[in-house]
């Protein structure tokens, strides 16, 4: 029987086979350590996020307590994050159709799924059909004093106010509405006296257009109603919410609010790998504002109308700034 030599062994595993093997083992290792390594990035900058606006040991709990909640639920989300980065870089062209005619491709919302666990109960808010918003933590809002100074805001009422009307039965938040396209509240919120009604559009810049409507950002409405924190935001406001939130953005490194419901509008033809793009960037940049969404709602009435215009509802929680859905976990 022949055995083998320090040297054989040396030669054999030099072959290009074994070091085809080990460059991919290698390979796959590193991969696994950066993306856990990104993970703990994002998890300590969240950590000093909460430092920074005070979420300290004796003000709002532990924030190690707190980050690690975050860490949990964060970890879960960007395995997903990642598994649609890889869709979409393996599928090049194939992307984004509002029906797929091929099963290797999946439809336009599948890539933006809310896959962030709300640590709190989720609930359906307003009326049962178009309008109702999925809410997460209604008992965080309940449990808010008048002392707390609960701030709701509305972009785009028309001439539904179910969900404000609720929203205002349940808890002590006052609701302020901007809408320039209506003379005022109509619904189940019209005349409550905690509903604030204001003749505006909220866009991305301060300005009067050539119809005589009033353009404000949210920035300069916050400042006018004396708020730094506005604990709901809801926009339906029929495509220029990518405008608005931009905006947001560009003014606010810490968006000033804690929970966001969202209608979005695609009126493109996602099935061009351009206008897709954009929406993933888009859609990116909220998640680098720290926004992360728990729920979403398709509406498959204008799907099916129209192949080309696809809404969805979603809700996102804010995993950042000084709020109580943070202070309560």
């Known amino acids: 029987m022949s055995t083998t030599t320090v040297r054989d062994l040396g030669r054999g595993l030099l072959r290009p086979r074994f070091l085809i093997a080990a460059f991919i083992v290698t390979a796959l290792v590193t991969m696994g350590m950066h993306r856990q390594r990104n993970l703990n990035d994002k998890v300590d900058v969240l950590r000093q996020v909460f430092e920074m606006n005070g979420m300290a040991n004796g003000q709002f709990g532990d924030a190690t307590e707190v980050a690690t909640k ?27 159709a509002w029906f797929p005619r091929a099963k290797e491709m999946m439809p336009f919302w599948w890539y933006f799924q809310p896959s962030f666990n709300c640590p709190y109960e989720v609930e359906r808010v307003g009326r049962f059909n178009d309008g109702g918003k999925w809410m997460c933590g209604m008992t965080v809002l309940e449990s808010m004093t008048k002392e707390d100074k ?17 929203m205002i039965d349940r808890t002590n938040c006052q609701v302020y509405a901007f809408d320039a396209s209506v003379k005022g509240i109509s619904g189940d919120a019209a005349g409550n ?23 404000r950002t949210l920035k300069t409405v916050m400042k006018e109603n004396g708020h730094e924190w506005i604990d709901v935001l809801k926009i339906d406001i029929e495509g220029s919410e990518f405008a608005v939130l931009n905006a947001m953005m560009d003014q606010f490194d810490i968006l000033p609010f804690s929970q966001l419901q969202l209608e979005v509008h695609v009126f493109e033809d996602t099935e061009n790998r351009e206008h897709f793009m954009n929406f993933v960037k888009f859609w990116e ?38 709020h109580k859905f943070l202070q309560n976990l």
Not at 150 to 166: A, P, R, T
């Open 285 to 322: 940049r909220l998640e680098s504002h720290y926004l992360r969404p728990f729920w979403s709602e398709l509406n498959i009435v204008y799907s099916r109308i129209d192949k080309g215009l696809g809404l969805s509802e979603y809700s996102f929680i804010n995993i950042a700034g000084k």
């Open 193 to 215: 006296p905690n509903m604030h009604f204001f003749k505006y559009f909220i866009g991305d810049k301060d300005r009067v257009d050539n119809d005589g409507n009033i353009w």
């Open 70 to 96: 975050i860490k949990n639920a964060e970890r879960l989300y960007q395995k997903q994050v990642q598994k649609r980065n890889n869709y979409i870089r393996e599928n090049n062209a194939n992307v984004g």
């Open 150 to 166: 609960c701030v709701i805001y509305s972009l785009g009422v028309f001439d539904d106010s179910s969900w404000e009307k609720e």
